[in-house]
Structures are given as structure tokens and as C-alpha cells.
């Protein structure tokens, strides 16, 4: 093999092996099977429920935009122009179930949870920054004390003491 092409095996590897692929792998996966819950709810309850006002089944709510709509057994369009905007109502009410359920059971709890852990990282600096103060003050007093005792007869001495 060439050593270009080693290089890009070896990149193409090192972008596998990171964290973030793997994670988007998994959220994919998961977000696959959870889609198929969702739907599940969706055409199990919430479907039955609003349908109670009429059809039980979503997606056959419709409106005619060019009279007369006629479909045949197996569901095809014989005749006009049918807005179909039941299925559009229960993509919807499945898009707004995910989305909430993401919301509160993934986003907001992951973002008190880093909020948290901002806010120790914060206090953390602020002892070490505090310590650091501190210290500085304390070795500011030592300087003066060593000043002090020097005496004031050391002006005009240079470091070894000589003239």
C-alpha cells in the first residue's frame, strides 16, 4: 500500500475510534427503537382519543380540494385532489411527543446536571483564586518584615551589605 493511502486508513480509523462516532452510532440506534414507541403511543392512544370526534384512524381525515374525491378499496385516488392532512396531524402529534419526551427526560436534565457542574468548577477557582490571594498577602507581610528588621540604616547598602 502507499503511504498516502496508509495515512488515510490511519485517519479514517482515528476518526472511528473517537467518541463522538460512537456516540452518534448509539443515538441513532436508540433513537430508531424509541421512534417506534412513539408511533406506537401515537396510534395506540392519542390517535383513538382525538379520533373519538370521528374516524378512529388519523390518517384517514381529509379534505377535497377538487370535487369530487373518490378512492378506490385498496386506498388509491380514482377521482379529485384529497388533502390528506390527518396523516400531516399525526406526524405531528408523534414529532411533538419526541420532542417533549427528549426534552424532559434527556435535555433538561443533562443541562442542570452540567449547570452544576459549572457552578463547582466556578467555586473550585474561586478557593484556588482566593488561596492565591492569600498567599500573595502573606508573603508581601514576610517581605516587609525582613524590610523591617533590615532597620533603616540598610539604605544606601546594596544587596551583600557593601557601600
Known amino acids: 500500500m502507499s503511504e498516502k493511502n496508509t495515512g488515510l486508513l ?3 480509523k482515528a476518526f472511528l475510534m473517537r467518541g463522538n462516532v460512537v456516540d452518534l452510532a448509539v443515538a441513532v440506534v436508540i433513537g430508531a427503537a424509541f421512534t417506534n414507541i412513539v408511533n406506537s403511543v401515537v396510534k395506540g392512544i392519542i390517535s383513538p ?3 373519538a370526534i370521528g374516524t378512529k384512524d388519523l390518517d384517514k381525515y381529509s379534505s377535497c380540494l377538487k370535487s369530487p ?3 378506490n ?3 388509491e385516488v380514482v377521482s379529485g385532489i384529497p388533502i390528506m392532512w390527518g396523516s400531516v396531524l399525526n406526524a ?3 414529532f411533538l411527543i419526541t420532542a417533549a419526551v427528549v426534552y424532559f427526560l434527556m435535555v433538561l436534565p443533562m443541562a442542570k446536571y452540567l449547570a452544576k457542574q459549572e457552578q463547582r468548577r466556578k467555586a473550585k477557582e474561586g478557593v484556588q483564586e ?3 490571594i492569600s498567599e500573595l498577602e502573606v508573603l508581601k507581610e514576610i517581605r516587609d518584615a525582613l524590610v ?3 532597620g533603616g540604616g540598610a539604605t544606601g ?3 551583600d551589605g557593601s557601600a
Open 130 to 132: 482566593t488561596m492565591e
Open 10 to 12: 490511519a485517519g479514517f
Open 148 to 150: 523591617s528588621q533590615r
Open 49 to 51: 382519543l382525538v379520533g
Open 92 to 94: 405531528t402529534l408523534s
Open 69 to 71: 374525491c373518490e378512492t
Open 157 to 159: 547598602q546594596g544587596r
Open 73 to 75: 378499496a385498496t386506498g
